[in-house]
């Protein structure tokens, strides 16, 4: 009596064992960057902290000597900016630990708050930036101070322009996060010119796109495709930092013109 054969058996067998040749490996790529992995699951949450440290580590070079015991006595709006800004990135996080918790409601609710909170910051950034001018060249003898507001002019821009899409497209979680994180990543300029080399070799703004370019990578390894967001943000942002820093460095003629008018 002759046996059938069944060739699909073969096939089923070579299915089912092979996952198994190489479980190790095949379990940490998923377990790190799988749709449910590490990276995907906390890559917001640990960039919020990676945020505040670069901002504690730049400012403590400086808050002492430049806020708390100056030798002249800074402008009060400075304490005004420190406190709104310092409560945008603890609201990064906030907002980034609701997410990972699953309090979603608790997230939207408290977003409202940092729209608030936003809206403040550009005018206060922008004011800041202007009284401060005015009081290192007058004060401090800072000879570029007035060239130097197209740096905060153009962080304030960007930031604004940011957090009005983020919140247009609030319902749209894949592009409001995003939007989010690149906005606050450009403000981390501040914290990164902390640094003597980075502000004295221009590389403020090379450092935060790095940042950003953290949330590039991300995409590519969880996602396998880069979001539009950082597509259509990133050259943009580029080009607008390179305009900053050329009317800073070179200081045209008609930047002069303009900060003679904004300052007097």
């Known amino acids: 009596m002759e046996v059938p054969a069944y060739p699909f058996m073969s096939t089923v067998n070579v299915e089912r064992v092979g996952p198994a040749l190489n479980p190790e490996k095949k379990l940490s790529?998923?377990?790190?960057?799988?749709?449910n992995g590490i990276l995907c699951r906390y890559f917001y949450f640990a960039m919020?902290?990676?945020?505040?440290?670069?901002?504690?580590?730049?400012?403590?070079?400086?808050?002492?000597?430049?806020?708390?015991?100056p030798a002249l006595p800074r402008p009060f709006i400075l304490w005004i900016h420190g406190a709104a800004f310092a409560g945008w990135v603890i609201f990064f996080i906030c907002q980034s630990t609701l997410i990972r918790i699953r309090k979603v409601s608790w997230h939207r609710s408290i977003g409202w708050f940092g729209a608030g909170l936003a809206t403040v910051m550009v005018p206060l950034?922008?004011?800041?930036?202007?009284?401060?001018?005015?009081?290192?060249?007058?004060?401090?003898?800072?000879?570029?101070?007035?060239?130097?507001?197209?740096?905060?002019?153009?962080?304030m821009i960007a930031f604004g322009v940011l957090i009005a899409l983020a919140v247009y497209w609030r319902t749209?979680?894949?592009?409001h996060r995003r939007l989010i994180f690149i906005a606050t990543c450009g403000l981390m300029d501040a914290?990164?010119?902390r640094f003597d080399y980075l502000f004295d070799h221009n590389l403020f703004f090379p450092c935060l796109d790095l940042l950003i370019l953290l949330g590039v990578g991300r995409d590519l390894l969880v996602d396998r495709r880069v979001h539009?967001?950082?597509?259509?943000?990133?050259?943009?942002?580029?080009?607008?930092?390179?305009?900053?820093?050329?009317m800073?460095?070179?200081?045209?003629?008609?930047?002069?013109?303009?900060?003679h008018a904004i300052l007097g």
Do not use: C
Not at 29 to 35: E, H
């Open 191 to 193: 914290a990164f010119g």
């Open 172 to 175: 749209k979680p894949e592009m």
């Open 29 to 35: 790529t998923t377990v790190l960057t799988g749709r």
């Open 125 to 155: 950034g922008v004011a800041t930036a202007v009284i401060m001018a005015r009081f290192d060249a007058v004060q401090l003898h800072m000879s570029d101070a007035y060239a130097f507001l197209s740096v905060p002019f153009y962080d």
């Open 228 to 246: 539009r967001a950082y597509l259509f943000a990133l050259p943009l942002l580029i080009v607008g930092q390179s305009l900053a820093m050329y």
């Open 48 to 69: 919020s902290l990676l945020l505040a440290v670069i901002v504690v580590s730049g400012f403590k070079r400086t808050v002492n000597d430049h806020l708390f015991h």
């Open 248 to 259: 800073w460095r070179s200081n045209p003629s008609w930047w002069r013109e303009i900060t």
